[in-house]
């Protein structure tokens, strides 16, 4: 989930909508929005969904939209349950609790090793994903995975590396 304080609106990409248990309300076709890079997203209607966040869940009414991230909360929900945004502390806080934000910045990243399952061949010039565990499980906090095929055991991740060696 991003938290994006230039968004006016809480957008949810489409696929997830389409699996959420929500009352889904119609919008007129032929609506979209314009995106940070200056692109256009397909407006697919609202949704009056339960967003997690902490451990309160706050009901409210989200846009459906083609977008990357699985889900933007914009303005309108930071300003409507009266979240607080503090990027000294990277943090959003609300009534007392205080939520940590996840930062991508390669200041913040720590490394880990990944344990490949089975050995693999991996021919130059190419990339794929192979099935591994971390090495120091437990340890870190947050992590770049991907656990969302189902073919794989829960506790085993994807890792998708940014540069090849």
Sequence with gaps: MLVDTGANVTLVRTDLAQKLKGNFIY????????TATDEKAEIHGKLDAAI??????????????DITDPCILGLDFLQK??????????????????????????KDSKLCS??????TIIP???ECLIQGVPE??????????DT?????????SLWRPHSLI
Excluded: M, W
């Design 27 to 34: 919008t007129a076709p032929n609506i979209s929005l314009k």
């Design 52 to 65: 997690e966040c902490g451990s309160r869940k706050f009901q409210h009414k989200i846009y459906v939209a």
């Design 81 to 106: 349950f009266n979240f607080t945004v503090d990027l000294e502390k990277n943090e959003i806080r609300t009534r007392g609790e205080e939520i940590p934000l996840f930062s991508a910045s390669a």
């Design 114 to 119: 990944v344990l490949a399952k089975e050995k």
């Design 124 to 126: 130059a010039r190419s």
């Design 136 to 145: 120091a499980s437990g340890k870190f906090r947050y992590a770049v995975t």
């Design 148 to 156: 969302s095929l189902d073919k794989f055991p829960r506790k085993v």
